[in-house]
């Protein structure tokens, strides 16, 4: 792992966040010298708080992929899965906990053990627009009718999404 890489991330999306943010502040330090020194403070605040929180989800996520074993990944979730796989991944992520720093790992190690790229992307929707971690402040803000009906509409999302790229897949293959 060379250093430029650490600085600047490894691919181009990590090099356009790190680039933007670097311009960012520095048209800040210039223009707002004392809204970037709050900025930089309060991010590396967050950074602390967050560093040993997103290293052992980390650490859980890839002892998960560790101890699946592959045989069961293609089983459940592989190319001949179909529907079954698809609902399986989409509504079991909806119920994965933690921010994307938790749940995209645990997914990419199910994918690269062979679960099926509709299932991947049935579970990235189903993470995603499910959400079950976040019902508890959704019933503090809005009430059990507004979060009976989000999670009424989201669960049939990553299915039908499943669904739709099993059969581009399907048919481009």
Do not use: C
Not at 64 to 81: A, M, T
Not at 106 to 126: F, P, R, T
Request: proline share 4%; glycine share 14%; hydrophobic share 55%.
């Amino acid at each position: 792992m060379d250093i430029l890489n650490i600085i600047i991330g490894k691919s181009w999306g990590q090099r356009i966040v790190v680039l933007g943010a670097a311009i960012l502040y520095s048209y800040l330090f210039i223009t707002k010298p004392n809204v970037a020194k709050k900025g930089v403070i309060n991010s590396f605040q967050t950074f602390t708080t967050l560093f040993t929180l997103i290293i052992a989800a980390l650490l859980i996520s890839q002892a998960i992929g560790l101890l699946i074993p592959e045989e069961r990944v293609i089983d459940l979730l592989g190319e001949g899965s179909g529907l079954k796989g698809i609902a399986t991944g989409g509504l079991l992520a909806g119920l994965l906990q933690g921010g994307p720093y938790a749940a995209y790992p645990i997914i990419k190690s199910l994918y690269d053990k062979g679960a099926h790229i509709s299932v991947v992307i049935a579970m990235l929707l189903g993470y995603g627009a499910i959400g079950i971690g976040r019902v508890a402040y959704g019933l503090m803000f809005f009430g059990p009718k507004i979060v009976g009906l989000r999670l009424l509409l989201a669960l049939p999302v990553p299915i039908l999404a499943g669904l739709i790229v099993l059969l581009f897949v399907t048919s481009i293959a």
